[in-house]
């Protein structure tokens, strides 16, 4: 079961500066050097945030810039990565241009592919599904949760206990049942997580809704003769999204985890997809074989990605704490 984002009852509303009656949004060169000092001041976040930047960079150039196909074996079968002494006069005669052809940076695996090019182009599999289940989850369980907290019918009542009766099964085991019976491509694979998570995100927000129901803010609005479900969309769901999207950035490295999960057990994606659970699975037998290479870098590229989402969830809500 996946931890959820502990929230403080009292949350506070929005806060916006004031002049006179208007508000005053802040200037882009002022939220930048906001964000500039945020970041100066927590090395940690600063970590975290190169992380995610480098991993949707991958997601958008990660097959041009791999040096072979990523899909294509070579000639080259389980070789080994160059030796770190071997790194600099390499890279030296790779700018050179003195080079023959791409130097296998990670080595190949026992069928000629190159991992490091794979490596790079997995994340259009991993990051991808965890950014689209997050999101449809993150849509699907605010308006759900919103539903739920402010209208409080037996609709909504029983729109909670369903999501208890999935929350009760273990995620991982539950989410490979789905994923086998909808199918092993990679929209079932963002639909299921996306149904699998989309709880959390109901009681998140239901919890927050509840809180804020009885402000003065909704009772003015009320007053001044706005509708139940105007009021509902846009006074109370902007009060109540904070520990929605702090939950967001964990829920990302949890699914990019459970995809690479899927896929090292054979209900994910489909070899030879670039993906890196399946990298890891095709080549686990060969660590005895000292063959250590095409697995151990795969691992490294997950552990990396989801370590820089979980740093900006846990800065997130240690700042919403405060």
């Given at each position: 079961m996946l931890n959820q984002v502990s929230v403080p009852a009292d949350a506070p509303e929005a806060e916006f500066a004031l002049t006179g009656t208007q508000a005053v949004p802040a200037t882009v060169a002022g939220r930048a050097m906001r964000l500039v000092?945020?970041?100066?001041?927590?090395?940690?976040?600063?970590?975290?945030?190169?992380?995610?930047?480098v991993s949707l960079l991958l997601v958008v150039l990660g097959p041009w810039m791999a040096p072979y196909d990523a899909q294509l074996p070579t000639r080259d079968v389980s070789q080994a990565p160059p030796a770190l002494s071997d790194v600099p006069s390499l890279i030296l005669q790779s700018l050179q241009?003195?080079?023959?052809?791409?130097?296998?940076?990670?080595?190949t695996d026992s069928t000629g592919l190159d991992v490091f090019s794979r490596v790079l182009v997995a994340p259009r599999v991993d990051v991808v599904v965890g950014l689209a289940a997050t999101a449809l989850s993150l849509f699907l369980g605010t308006l759900l949760g919103l539903?739920?907290?402010?209208?409080?019918?037996?609709?909504?009542?029983?729109?909670?206990?369903?999501?208890?009766?999935?929350?009760?099964?273990?995620?991982?085991?539950?989410?490979?049942?789905l994923v086998v019976l909808t199918g092993r491509n990679v929209i079932d694979i963002i639909v299921t997580l996306a149904c699998l998570y989309t709880p959390i995100y109901l009681r998140l927000t239901c919890s927050q809704v509840v809180s804020q129901v009885g402000r003065t803010y909704v009772e003015a609005a009320r007053a001044v003769g706005n509708r139940e479900i105007v009021i509902a969309l846009k006074h109370v769901l902007p009060n109540s999204l904070t520990p929605a999207l702090i939950q967001a950035s964990v829920t990302i490295g949890w699914a990019i985890l459970f995809t690479?999960?899927?896929?090292?057990?054979?209900?994910?994606?489909?070899?030879?997809?670039?993906?890196?659970?399946?990298?890891?699975?095709?080549?686990?037998?060969?660590?005895?074989?000292?063959?250590?290479?095409?697995?151990?870098?795969?691992g490294i590229a997950i552990s990396v990605t989801v370590f820089g989402y979980a740093i900006i969830g846990n800065v997130l809500e240690a700042r919403f704490r405060q």
């Open positions: 000092r945020v970041l100066l001041k927590d090395p940690l976040l600063v970590c975290g945030v190169l992380i995610v930047a241009g003195k080079l023959h052809h791409p130097v296998h940076w990670f080595g539903f739920a907290g402010y209208f409080g019918t037996r609709s909504a009542e029983s729109i909670i206990r369903i999501s208890d009766v999935f929350q009760s099964f273990p995620i991982f085991i539950l989410a490979m049942i690479a999960g899927l896929t090292f057990l054979g209900a994910g994606v489909r070899p030879p997809t670039p993906e890196w659970g399946g990298m890891i699975a095709a080549s686990a037998n060969y660590l005895v074989l000292g063959e250590w290479w095409p697995s151990v870098f795969p």
